[in-house]
């Protein structure tokens, strides 16, 4: 896909930039084939594409990396339009923004906590199936 | 004058603008939950939609769409790119995730899918209409996937874009203090590094890199995992039972 850089040197950005272009546009083409009831956005198709192009060394680390992490980087202030979205739907927060505030807020706390003993558990369960014991868990409980 | 107002000029310049009002706030007060940049960036915005408005008699949404839109749009494409590149971090962990691997997709699929019961059963404790109701669901995906996820089960996605928001919010004030209540630093790191990437995205995975490796490791995967779950578990859910 990409021709031959010398090791570990990052490719110039607007090559970067390209490979990211390449694979959001099959993405865009990929979501497109899903029905409306079952919506898979293209960012999700392009994250999955990427990972699968870094995990076979099709794409290299240093091919991406430099524009990704700059991408990263802004993240927050990219979100700063669809937080001000909100300024369109102004009558459904009069109505009831102080509770989705409030959902919100509870809704995280539930996601972190379900997930992470969700997490615990199916850990726990595994180690008891194969009857693996984890060696970071013992060396750095050890350490502690 | 009105013309130009609407090229994506002003929605670009609107959205730097708040956004380094927010830092500002956010380094002066040293880091202030409530001065977070893009929450500040966020009211910030709105209230200067909302005064524009006011100073030209018409509707808040009405500016919103006709001057804000443009420039927000083009902000707001970038998010493909940079949810993508989510991809980065997953790969570099890739040696933690080979060997979890497993146990993070059966995890996140089911705490994932359990953790919407529990989303469910607060919104219907706090009376949210339907479409709000439907916008809570896949907040756990980061925003550029929650946002299509909601629209697609007939939520408001600007209200999933909010909760998105309130995560980040939530996790990088409160991260300290609900791993201490809920005892999360007992049981095992890849069950803490899971819960904080997928609540907290971003700022939860730099909040799980400084417990530990293995947490930051979990929480970069979560990020990504996460959104995959959400996108297929949440219609499922919405079909059995939202409607």
């Known amino acids: 896909m990409e021709k031959k850089q010398p090791e570990k040197k990052a490719a110039p950005i607007l090559v970067q930039m390209g490979i990211f272009a390449a694979i959001l546009f099959v993405s865009a083409l990929i979501s497109s084939l899903f029905p409306k009831s079952f919506v898979v956005p293209t960012p999700l198709i392009g994250m999955i594409i990427l990972y699968i192009l870094l995990a076979t060394h099709i794409v290299k680390l240093e091919q991406v990396e430099k524009f990704g992490d700059l991408m990263i980087s802004l993240i927050a202030f990219m979100f700063v339009p669809s937080g001000v979205q909100l300024a369109g739907s102004l009558d459904l927060m009069k109505r009831e923004g ?35 014991v984890d060696d970071d868990e013992e060396t750095e409980k050890g350490a502690n | 004058m009105a013309a130009t107002l609407a090229l994506p000029f002003t929605g670009i310049f609107i959205s730097i603008l708040v956004y380094l009002i927010g830092q500002w706030l956010f380094d002066k007060t040293n880091g202030f939950f409530l001065f977070t940049p893009l929450l500040v960036g966020m009211v910030l915005g709105i209230v200067i939609l909302m005064i524009w408005a006011k100073m030209t008699g018409s509707t808040t949404a009405a500016v919103y769409k006709t001057y804000y839109k443009p420039g927000g749009d083009i902000i707001f494409w970038f998010l493909n790119p940079a949810t993508m590149a989510f991809a980065i971090p997953l790969y570099r962990r890739n040696d ?93 790191k890849v069950g803490t590094g899971l819960g904080l990437g997928s609540a907290g995205h971003t700022v939860g995975s730099a909040k799980a890199v400084q417990l530990g490796s293995v947490q930051g490791a979990m929480a970069a995967v979560a990020v990504v995992i996460i959104a995959v779950a959400m996108d297929i578990v949440v219609p499922i859910y919405a079909n059995l039972f939202l409607h």
């Open chain 1, 98 to 132: 102080l509770q989705d505030i409030i959902v919100s807020v509870l809704a995280t706390i539930i996601i972190l906590v379900v997930i992470a003993y969700v997490g615990a558990l199916v850990i726990k369960i595994h180690q008891k199936l194969t009857g693996r």
């Open chain 2, 96 to 188: 933690v995730f080979k060997k979890y691997w497993l146990d993070c997709v059966i995890a996140l699929f089911v705490g994932g899918f359990v953790s919407l019961f529990g989303i469910h059963a607060v919104a219907k404790l706090f009376g949210l209409s339907a479409t709000s109701t439907a916008a809570m669901m896949p907040q756990a995906a980061t925003t550029a996937v929650a946002m299509p996820i909601a629209q697609g089960i007939g939520g408001d996605p600007a209200v999933t874009a909010m909760a998105c928001i309130l995560n980040a919010v939530v996790i990088y004030a409160l991260a300290e203090f609900l791993i201490k209540v809920f005892r999360l630093k007992q049981i095992p």
